[in-house]
């Protein structure tokens, strides 16, 4: 979840592997020498697909993507603010690439940074031409037409809408698991967050769009989808067909090919037993539940204004694990919140305790612009903040070593995403979205999915033998 220039910057320059023969890469390939884009990438996991999107407007207006900014008519830099010195870490960014652009280069900034910082980026950087927060991507077609007439300070900074980013063609960066926005924004409002500011109100799309795209997903030979949103479980069907979430997920796992559907990230508030019951009844759905708690403290929580008690946030885990089959919990944490004490610390270890979650990103508050809890009082010093992660860190670490050594001589199903460089090694996911590294002879793996003996684990994953047969 934490950001990472380097790892960005490298995955997002490499070729897509296609998912077939026939993926929505290869059929927009556009000439060789037209207008070419280099987009780097920052952020969620929205983000990223996000980016896939823009890709695929940009590949159906005849832009070929390009490795190198260097090489780019257009460079395109997508952001993130969700936590720590975003804006900052921008502007120093933009600064180096206008030491290298060339005379016929232009920069665009996209994302949340993009809608937090608006026209003061033409201020503080003018060689900057395009400027779009998220809810404006569904404008980029006009936006980029404006920037290749020419066009200085083109905006997007339009956030009040209630229409969705609906592209013709994504350009997927992942092979094995293609990704499907089905809500966009937020409507919760958390003290702490910019979501809301930055990505503007919540807007589902219709589920029979959702579910075409998944189908074309199909049809180019993908197995497994991911649904997103940031509250993806407040889906609303704004088509008269009225689709519960719970109903698109069936839905989605009905449809032929699709071996595993997931989904994230969801809301404890909008979690209902419905969810379960879907997951019950199909096992296509991945026994995997991203339900971020952000504190254990019921004081805190109200600070952050989440919504649900301690209590309540209780009663949804019990809903999941009154499941038939088991299903992974992983969480979200804040810690150092302002004016949380020690004893409101404790309550948040407590919680870990109570529910061994499978897994765990954990952050230190950090104090955003535009959100109510940057004027809160009592803000717990860096020193402190960085004590407490070390202590949630730790015990989580325990945690999920203890409960991955129960898995021993379990089988495990594990759809293979990757090989590793040593021989013989390969690596993927379960359903609970466990990595899992295994032998196997097999000469080729991927995308398969395989069944593999657990033998071992580190704190982050398993380590197994592929069962033949
Ligand atoms: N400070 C620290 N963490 C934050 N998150 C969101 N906003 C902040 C902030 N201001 C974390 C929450 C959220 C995750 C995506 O990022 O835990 O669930
Ligand atoms: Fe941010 Fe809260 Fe919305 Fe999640 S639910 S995106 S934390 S405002």
Redesign the pocket.
């Known amino acids: ?1 934490e950001n990472s220039f380097d790892i960005r910057l490298e995955s997002l320059t490499q070729p897509p592997a296609p998912a077939s023969a026939e993926s929505t890469f290869a059929a927009a390939q556009p000439a060789a020498d037209g207008p070419t884009f280099y987009l780097e990438t920052f952020g ?1 996991q929205m983000n990223e697909h996000d980016s896939e999107k823009v890709a695929g407007v940009l590949l159906s207006r005849g832009y070929q993507q390009v490795e190198r900014p260097e090489a780019a008519s257009l460079i395109l830099y997508n952001t993130c603010s ?2 720590e010195k975003a804006a900052q870490k921008v502007f120093s960014r933009l600064g180096v690439y206008r030491d290298m652009l060339g005379k016929d280069q232009k920069i665009g900034v996209l994302g949340c940074v993009a809608q937090q910082e608006g026209e003061e980026i033409f201020k503080r950087a003018p060689w900057v031409s395009l400027v779009c927060g998220s809810a404006s991507y569904r404008n980029l077609p006009q936006l980029l037409a404006q920037v290749e007439a020419g066009g200085q300070r083109v905006t997007g900074l339009d956030n009040e809408t209630d229409e969705t980013f609906e592209t013709q063609i994504t350009r997927r960066d992942n092979p094995w698991r293609g990704y499907i926005t089905i809500i966009e924004g937020c409507d919760k409002a958390c003290t ?2 910019v979501v809301p500011y930055t990505r503007g109100p919540e807007r589902s799309r219709d589920s029979a769009r959702i579910l075409a795209e998944l189908r074309q997903l199909a049809d180019f030979g993908y197995t497994e989808v991911q649904f997103l949103g940031q509250t993806v479980n407040s889906y609303r069907d704004p088509s008269p067909r009225k689709m519960r979430f719970s109903e698109l997920l069936v839905a989605a796992a009905q449809i032929p090919g699709i071996r595993r559907v997931r989904f994230t990230t969801s809301h404890p508030s909008d979690f209902g037993r419905d969810i379960v019951e879907a997951m019950d009844a199909n096992p296509v759905i991945c026994n995997h539940i991203h339900l ?1 708690v ?1 504190s254990g403290s019921v004081r805190v929580l109200r600070a952050m204004r989440r919504t649900y008690s301690r209590g309540e946030y209780l009663e949804k885990i019990a809903l999941i694990r009154a499941a038939r089959r088991p299903i992974a919990v992983t969480t ?3 810690v150092g919140f302002p004016s949380e004490t020690e004893t409101e610390f404790a309550e948040t270890l407590s919680l870990l305790d109570e529910i061994r979650y499978s897994g765990m990103f954990a ?4 104090p ?1 612009p535009n959100t109510p809890a940057l004027s809160m009082p009592d803000a717990i010093p860096e020193e402190e903040k960085s004590h407490r992660l070390a202590i949630l860190l730790e015990r989580q670490r325990t945690i999920q070593l203890e409960d991955l050594h129960k898995l021993q001589n379990e089988i495990v199903e594990v759809h293979v995403d990757g090989k590793s460089k040593k021989p013989d090694q390969w690596y993927g996911h379960s359903s609970c979205n466990r990595v899992v590294n295994c032998t196997s002879a097999s000469a080729d793996l991927l995308g398969q999915y395989i069944n593999v003996c657990v033998t071992g684990c580190t704190p982050n994953s398993l380590v197994g033998d592929h069962v033949l047969g």
């Open positions: 979840m969620c969700i936590r702490y967050c971020p952000q979200d944490i804040i952050f230190k508050y950090s955003r």
